[in-house]
């Protein structure tokens, strides 16, 4: 495996640490380049030391056998107002996947459902499938106005319960949830459960019906290398993991760089072993993904199959049906979703996909498998009014990442820049205290 040669090493900056800056960041991520940038704007020094040999961290793509491989299974929703204030969104050559999704049911029989209001060609075929009922339908167009009309702040602060209840408030319990629903929202949010906060689901949900389903031709690593190179040159130092993070400093291999104020922008496990005890462990979600190389694709509509059943792969896709340039040649990649970090054998993983597709996946090539452990922090109730949780945790000292806001792209993209703008204050106190 190696990485993306566009994307890998976008940020790269000198071989040594300054001796001090206004600002440091841990972690090249969203959040961590998205502080970077905000800090770099307002005209402060600031230095992002990420461990990796890339930046990107659970945002990013790697090179396998000419096949670009994301890091689990990533779409990008172009609804995400972070994410049009931060990248150019023209600028990633975006392709798009159909809004909607392919459900194989019990019996075998594979229903294709899209939005009708984003695909009027398939709203016929979408009224008159059985998969729903028409009054599940109908209770699906409702809660699906009430996430468009409702402003998102409201619906952050909306009374909370899990996602199932919400679901079953709607009259949406039951067949809707097991065989369409369940399987759609698992993949999504990395839980199969559906505990996950209402106030979450409903911002998703309003996410889905606003934006397109996307992915950059160059992988999801061009995201977070457009948010690198729009830094100062220099501003990260790859393989450069923080070993200690006290108020001031950030100790590395490399030396000791002292700051003002520091970020801890990596993911919420990682955040708090550095913090040592000023913030909890998250808990998270694993996902691990599937990728197979075939010549002859099941289907080449960039459509997401799910597995109406409840069987262990929640998603299956198409990749190179919606983007081709994943792709080195005339070869197509698949990529297949299950829950938690252990991946399925090989014998049961393609009995699944072979009913899933409805077609023999045998001789399909195994490309890899990545496994990504803390790939989503879950937002289960009680959450913070608004879904933001505290980022200044004491003397100089804040932490970012989607695991401070919504488990998303947004989320953290939103954190990053809140996170900075907290830290930008205290340093201006600092500096009116000291005049």
């Not at 409201?154 to 408030?169: F, Y």
């Amino acid at each position: 495996m190696s990485g993306d040669p566009d994307a890998e090493r976008s940020g790269a900056g000198p071989s040594t640490l300054p001796d001090a800056v206004d600002v440091v960041v841990v972690g090249a991520g969203l959040a961590g380049l998205r502080a970077a940038q905000t800090v770099a704007r307002a005209g402060r020094s600031v230095v992002v030391c990420e461990a990796g040999d890339g930046v990107g961290g659970r945002v990013r793509t790697d090179v396998v056998d000419g096949f670009l491989v994301d890091r689990g299974f990533q779409i990008l929703n172009t609804s995400y107002p972070a994410l049009r204030a931060a990248v150019d969104l023209d600028a990633l050559d975006l392709r798009r996947f159909v809004p909607g999704a392919a459900v194989r049911d019990g019996d075998g029989r594979l229903h294709r459902l899209a939005d009708p209001r984003r695909v009027p060609t398939w709203a016929p075929r979408t009224a008159l499938d059985g998969l729903l009922g028409p009054g599940d339908k109908a209770r699906i167009g409702a809660l699906t106005l009430r996430a468009l009309t409702v402003p998102p702040k409201r619906q952050a602060r909306a009374p909370e319960r899990s996602t199932a209840d919400e679901l079953a408030r709607w009259g949406l319990g039951g067949a809707p949830t097991e065989t369409f629903l369940r399987p759609f929202l698992a993949g999504v949010l990395g839980d199969r459960d559906l505990g996950t906060s209402s106030r979450v689901f409903s911002l998703f949900w309003r996410s889905f019906a606003r934006g397109d389903l996307t992915l950059p031709s160059r992988g999801i690593g061009a995201v977070t290398a457009q948010l690198a190179a729009r830094l100062p040159t220099g501003t990260v130092l790859l393989d450069t993991p923080a070993e200690q993070v006290t108020p001031g400093a950030v100790r590395t291999p490399r030396g000791t760089v002292r700051a003002g104020a520091v970020i801890v922008a990596t993911e919420g496990t990682s955040a708090a072993s550095l913090l040592a005890g000023r913030v909890p462990p998250p808990r998270t979600f694993a996902l691990t993904t599937h990728f197979h190389v075939t010549a002859d694709p099941p289907t080449r509509q960039a459509l997401l199959h799910l597995d109406g059943t409840g069987g262990p792969v929640v998603n299956t896709m198409v990749l190179t049906a919606a983007a081709p340039s994943y792709s080195p040649d005339h070869r197509h990649l698949v990529a297949s979703t299950v829950l938690g970090a252990e991946p399925l054998r090989d014998v049961a993983l393609r009995a699944e996909l072979t009913r899933i597709w409805g077609t023999p996946v045998g001789a399909w090539d195994e490309l890899t498998t990545v496994r990504v452990p803390h790939a989503l922090p879950a937002a289960v109730p009680p959450t913070p009014a608004g879904l933001r949780r505290a980022v200044d945790v004491g003397d100089g000292l804040f932490v970012a990442g989607d695991h401070r806001d919504t488990p998303s792209v947004q989320g953290a993209l939103v954190s990053g820049r809140r996170t900075a703008q907290e830290a930008l204050r205290y340093l201006d106190a600092g500096v009116a205290s000291r005049a």
